[in-house]
Nanobody, 123 residues
Framework: QVQLVEAGGGSVQAGGSLRLSCAAS????????MGWFRQAPGKEREFVAG????????SYADSVKGRFTISRDNAKKTEYLQMNSLKPEDTAVYYC????????????????WGQGTQVTVSS
C-alpha cells in the first residue's frame, strides 16, 4: 500500500501560479503511476494529469494542457503539479492519486487517494 499527503494549495489571483506536492510513504514509490485529480463544488471529480513510474509518459486533461506540468522525484517519493496561468475555473480541491497501472489512473480509477488540498483562484 501507499499513503499520500498533498501540500501547496492556497489562494491566488487569476494568472498566478501554484505548485502542489504529494509525498508518498509505504511501498516503493517508483512502482506507482501517479496522478492529480480535482473536484469543484457541485461537480464530479475529474482527471487533471498523470505520470508513469519513470516520468517519461504524461497525460493531461485538455483544460490544463500548456498550463500545468506534472512531474515526480522517485528519490524523494514525491510528485508535483506546477500550475501556471491559473483561471477561476481551476478552483477546486486537488487530489493526489496512485495506482500500479497507468491506464487505471488515466481512466480515473486509481486505488489510492490523498486527502485533498484546496486551490482557490480569484478573478
Amino acid at each position: 500500500q501507499v499513503q499520500l499527503v498533498e501540500a501547496g494549495g492556497g489562494s491566488v489571483q487569476a494568472g498566478g501560479s501554484l505548485r502542489l506536492s504529494c509525498a508518498a510513504s509505504g511501498r516503493r514509490f517508483s512502482d506507482y503511476t501517479m496522478g492529480w485529480f480535482r473536484q469543484a463544488p457541485g461537480k464530479e471529480r475529474e482527471f487533471v494529469a498523470g505520470i508513469n513510474w519513470n516520468g517519461r509518459s504524461t497525460s493531461y486533461a485538455d483544460s490544463v494542457k500548456g498550463r500545468f506540468t506534472i512531474s515526480r522525484d522517485n528519490a524523494k517519493k514525491t510528485e508535483y503539479l506546477q500550475m501556471n496561468s491559473l483561471k477561476p475555473e481551476d478552483t477546486a480541491v486537488y487530489y493526489c492519486a496512485a495506482d500500479l497501472t497507468y491506464r487505471t489512473v488515466v481512466a480515473g480509477r486509481p486505488g489510492y487517494w490523498g486527502q485533498g488540498t484546496q486551490v482557490t483562484v480569484s478573478s
